[in-house]
């Protein structure tokens, strides 16, 4: 053992003799996001080893261990874990943003936008809802769903009439459209799916001649664009996809099919590395 480690379990042993009572993590989390504000990365650890014993799966020890981690894709995943398990507590709106943040760095604007307008919506009274807004903005324009970000920003304005917000010189309000009240939107978010299972590796099907039983459908648009857009975004990370017209209430819908799987296991396997790797969700769809 190394004496950096030596070091760390003497302060943790201390920390355990000198600690709070069981019953404070609420007050213990509050001290350990404080301290990683403050830069003091060696007690967050301390603090953190402790927290992670007592009760792993608090939901501020989750998210205190999505701050100090310096993979922004381990990150991602502890924040997703946030949203979709822990959608009441006080950290939801922190891990929407830092999930918007880090698919907007990724270049993968589709998703990034989709969790700051749910920050947006729900998290009114977020400190940083500026800046969520005008990344939501420049998302959208970056994906070129310019009619959305309009339909957007008139929704943001009737929601934050007193806020002045950076937007962007691309758009001309003009454009906007009138609301003349809110869209009806339940006062929290919905219930959260169920937590991811184990991702699966190198199950993605190459070939674009279906041989399996299932393939997944990861998008519906009304816009062949923004489907072929989403498929390129897929098809990065090695997966193949095939775009499917299919004809509703008379009008044309662009389907992304992704992969050929020989059983539901495998399709679902996939369906929770795209989860993971780029936020999109999609479910297993039956090969006639």
């Given at each position: 053992m190394g004496q950096t480690s030596l070091i760390k379990l003497a302060l943790l042993l201390l920390a355990l003799i000198m600690g709070m009572p069981v019953n404070s993590h609420g007050q213990d989390v509050a001290g350990l996001l404080l301290l990683i504000r403050q830069g003091k990365v060696d007690s967050a650890e301390v603090l953190i080893a402790r927290l992670s014993f007592d009760q792993p799966g608090?939901?501020?020890?989750?998210?205190?261990?999505?701050?100090?981690?310096?993979?922004?894709?381990?990150?991602?995943?502890?924040?997703?874990?946030?949203?979709?398990?822990?959608?009441?507590?006080?950290?939801?709106?922190?891990?929407?943003m830092h999930l918007g943040?880090?698919?907007?760095?990724?270049?993968?604007?589709?998703?990034?936008?989709?969790?700051?307008?749910?920050?947006?919506?729900?998290?009114?009274?977020?400190?940083?809802?500026?800046n969520a807004v005008n990344l939501s903005l420049r998302a959208g324009i970056a994906s070129r769903q310019i009619d959305s970000v309009y339909i957007d920003l008139a929704e943001i304005t009737a929601r934050y009439p007193d806020t002045a917000f950076d937007?962007?010189?691309?758009?001309?309000?003009t454009r906007m459209p009138r609301r003349s009240k809110l869209?009806?939107?339940?006062?929290?978010?919905?219930?959260?799916?169920?937590?991811?299972?184990?991702l699966g590796e190198g199950l993605g099907s190459k070939s674009n001649q279906l041989q399996g039983n299932y393939t997944l459908q990861a998008g519906?648009?009304?816009?062949?664009?923004?489907?072929?857009?989403?498929?390129?975004?897929?098809?990065?990370?090695?997966?193949?996809?095939?775009?499917?017209?299919?004809?509703?209430?008379g009008k044309v819908l662009y389907l992304i099919m992704v992969g050929d799987y020989q059983d539901r296991t495998a399709a679902m396997s996939v369906a929770d590395m795209l989860e993971a790797a780029l936020g999109i969700p999609s479910f297993p769809v039956a090969i006639n």
């Open positions: 608090h939901p501020g020890v989750r998210y205190a261990r999505a701050l100090m981690q310096s993979d922004a894709l381990v990150a991602a995943g502890l924040y997703k874990d946030i949203v979709r398990n822990h959608s009441r507590s006080q950290y939801m709106a922190g891990s929407l943040e880090y698919y907007y760095a990724q270049g993968l604007y589709v998703q990034s936008r989709q969790f700051f307008m749910r920050l947006i919506r729900f998290h009114p009274d977020y400190p940083d809802i500026v937007i962007p010189e691309e758009l001309d309000l869209p009806h939107e339940p006062a929290v978010p919905p219930a959260a799916p169920a937590p991811l299972r184990g519906a648009f009304g816009d062949y664009n923004n489907a072929r857009r989403l498929a390129d975004q897929i098809e990065s990370i090695g997966y193949s996809t095939t775009i499917k017209e299919r004809r509703s209430n």
